[in-house]
């Protein structure tokens, strides 16, 4: 069975993270939005992720780069690195 991207997230990977939980609040809205809004896109991966960082970041004032540091911990995170 397929799953959309923000099922995996939610269900399986970033709620259930030490990454995920030592977040704020805004930042866990924020990576969710993220996802949420590449799941829609149909342009492609890459495209699809930096316009979402982008747009996620100016509506929560946020740094984007807080969202990309956070993603490269997650990615450490679950790659046991």
């Known amino acids: 069975m397929k799953k959309k991207i923000s099922e995996i997230i939610e269900n399986d990977l970033i709620i259930d993270s030490k990454s995920f939980k030592e977040l704020t609040p805004v ?29 996620v970041s100016k509506f929560h004032n946020i740094n984007k780069d807080e969202i990309y540091k956070y993603l490269e911990k997650e990615t450490n995170e679950q790659l046991g690195v």
Not at 36 to 54: H, Q
């Open 27 to 55: 930042m866990k809205e924020a990576v969710k939005d993220v996802f949420k809004l590449i799941e829609n896109e149909t342009s492609d991966i890459i495209t699809r992720f930096e316009g979402a960082v982008e747009k």
